[in-house]
């Protein structure tokens, strides 16, 4: 039985007729950038996530760089960030000037350990970047002690936790700002680029408008330093025809999550942990083997695909080296991205699929 690791086809192939109809209409109406399938799709977006106010944006790095200009970042500020991530987390502080600052995560979460993120703050540090990995919110309260402690601007990454919850409050509500992406294999993805922004207060949220038509709110008349950080008309209607399933779609990723939780035996093998605290969707489920090679050959024969997410953390990457991070730095980090192995997990898969993996597991 094929198991592969994501199959994005099902999802289209399911929603083509009702896609096609409501990308036709945009065409037509030439609703190209922003426009009414944009605003509609923002507030229903709000209202389902639970956000007071929503900006859709043009990819899920657009709403980081705009927090981190609205944060006001630039040169000799440090802003703090986990090094197991994906690289986009971090650009918008590189791309303001600012330095990024790693600190450790914990084993059993892969998030932003509270205690290490303490010991890295400064006197020059100026923000915090939270990314909620795999859709497994991070532990904000101890997060958001430490930046009420020492002023800090907090920016939560939720490009893969659309929909999960910290003691029943959405992530990207608790910092100032959330960041979301739609890029296609995130759990509500578009067809193509997408993000989001949410803010705590209107201000901010008028600002961040203002700043994604080039800093402007009257056109050609320019009040502060902005972009093009717009969100396509396409976009917005597509987006308009995934929203109303993704309920579902988390569901059936919290039941997949569940079977591998309760299923998998292996020796040696770390699971996820479940905080209390956090209610997961699960955008991807990753366990960790120390021979977690042998172990993808084995699933590989049995036509399980899986993935390396990730396996470089931020503090090695090239890109990096200049602020002279070493091995050794984060160990937990290091040695996530040494052990980790990503399941399939997508809402389409089949219970017997499901079950498939988690015997090939089994039969390491
Ligand atoms: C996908 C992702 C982003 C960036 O989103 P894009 O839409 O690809 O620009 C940022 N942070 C994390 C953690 C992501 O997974």
Redesign the pocket.
């Known amino acids: 039985m094929k198991v592969p690791f994501l199959d994005l086809s099902l999802q289209h192939r399911a929603l083509r007729a009702e896609a096609l109809a409501a990308l036709t209409a945009t065409y037509d109406a030439t609703r190209f950038c922003l426009g009414p399938d944009v605003e509609s799709f923002e507030q229903a977006f709000a209202a389902k996530l639970g956000y007071p106010r929503v900006l859709a944006l043009n990819?899920?790095?657009a709403p980081?760089h705009l927090a981190c200009m609205l944060a006001g970042f630039g040169p000799g500020d440090e802003v703090i960030a986990p090094p197991f991530?994906?690289i986009?987390?971090v650009w918008g502080v590189s791309y303001t000037g600012a330095t990024p600052v790693f600190a450790d995560v914990e084993a059993g979460t892969f998030n932003l350990d509270p205690a290490k993120l303490a010991a890295a703050v400064t006197p020059r540090t100026k923000g915090i970047i939270v990314?909620h990995?795999f859709g497994q919110p991070a532990r904000m309260a101890e997060i958001m002690a430490v930046a009420r402690r020492h002023n800090l601007f907090v920016i939560e990454?939720c490009?893969?936790a659309v929909g999960a919850s910290y003691e029943g409050t959405p992530v990207g509500a608790i910092g100032e700002v959330g960041t979301f992406?739609?890029?296609p294999t995130?759990n509500l993805g578009g067809c193509g680029?997408g993000?989001a922004f949410v803010a705590r207060t209107e201000a901010l949220h008028t600002r961040a408008r203002h700043m994604r038509v080039h800093g402007s709110d009257r056109r050609y008349y320019h009040d502060i330093i902005g972009g093009n950080f717009r969100m396509d008309g396409f976009q917005g209607a597509l987006l308009n025809v995934k929203l109303p399933h993704l309920a579902a779609w988390t569901a059936r990723r919290q039941e997949i999550a569940g079977r591998y939780l309760a299923g998998i035996k292996l020796a040696d093998t770390r699971l996820p942990e479940q905080p209390a605290f956090a209610r997961s969707v699960f955008h991807q489920f990753t366990i960790r083997h120390p021979r977690r090679e042998a172990l993808r050959a084995h699933l590989a024969q049995q036509e399980i695909g899986t993935d390396l997410i990730y396996p470089v953390p931020l503090h090695l990457q090239k890109c990096y080296a200049h602020l002279g991070g070493s091995a050794g730095d984060f160990p937990v980090a290091e040695a996530a991205a040494q052990t980790c192995v990503s399941l399939p997990i997508f809402p389409e898969l089949t219970d017997a699929q499901v079950a498939h993996v988690i015997a090939g597991i089994n039969s390491f």
């Open positions: 990819s899920g790095t980081l991530t994906f986009s987390s990314v990995l990454d490009a893969q992406s739609f890029y995130k680029e993000g």
